[in-house]
């Protein structure tokens, strides 16, 4: 397992590349001693970047999460998978499709977006499972294309038939963060009372109500 890391140290102001960390070797550092210090100056990471990086791997089995308190100054509720839940989602009042990068023909629309995952209808999926996927840019050009690795957390199947699911994103490399940033940005517009104010264009056109 590898978990990609972009939020990373830039070197003299340069935008910083994904940090690819070996969950395995990850491992064998923390159990060798590292401290969290060493382990940020090693792999080029914020605290926050680190935090993430060890979530994965307590989440992967890799690791387990009273261990890496054990051995690391962090407290066990910093590292919990399910505290990701509690970043804020916006629903999307637009239609946006997502497509599995690998089989086309898969697709849904996007449901809902917070920092850390994508909801998705439309598109069946089994927990557990690892995608890559593809989200079309918008008609307005307000965000490109852009394509993320995401891991299934939670499906389900509504009475009408139509699947939804919840994803975390695993891997994403800058480029394509940065379109997630803007269309990330474009719904909390969407979704805010004040829209209309700040941004009077594309979201109205195509609201749905």
């Not at 066990?76 to 990068?101: A, G, M, P």
């Not at 209808?121 to 050009?141: I, Q």
């Not at 199947?157 to 940005?185: C, H």
Request: glycine content about 8%; proline content about 3%.
């Amino acid at each position: 397992m590898g978990v990609a890391m972009n939020d990373v140290i830039p070197k003299g102001g340069a935008l910083p590349r994904a940090t690819v960390i070996k969950a395995s070797q990850i491992v064998k550092e923390i159990r060798s001693g590292l401290n969290d210090s060493q382990l940020r100056e090693r792999y080029r990471l914020t605290r926050r970047g680190l935090r993430w990086a060890l979530m994965m791997i307590v989440s992967s089995g890799a690791i387990s999460l009273n261990e890496i308190c054990d051995r690391l100054s962090w407290e066990s509720e910093e590292l919990r998978l399910d505290r990701i839940r509690q970043s804020k989602r916006n629903k999307l009042n637009f239609e946006v499709t997502i497509h599995d990068f690998q089989h086309p023909h898969l697709r849904g629309t996007i449901r809902d977006v917070s920092e850390t995952g994508i909801g998705i209808r439309g598109m069946k999926s089994t927990v557990g499972e690892n995608r890559t996927m593809l989200v079309s840019a918008d008609e307005f050009g307000e965000f490109a294309t852009f394509i993320l690795e995401a891991t299934c957390r939670w499906s389900a199947k509504a009475p009408d038939g139509d699947y939804a699911a919840g994803f975390e994103i695993s891997n994403i490399s800058v480029g394509n963060a940065l379109e997630f940033r803007l269309f990330k940005r474009l719904v909390e517009l969407a979704d805010s009372p004040l829209r209309n104010r700040f941004y009077p264009g594309p979201v109205r056109q195509y609201h749905r109500h």
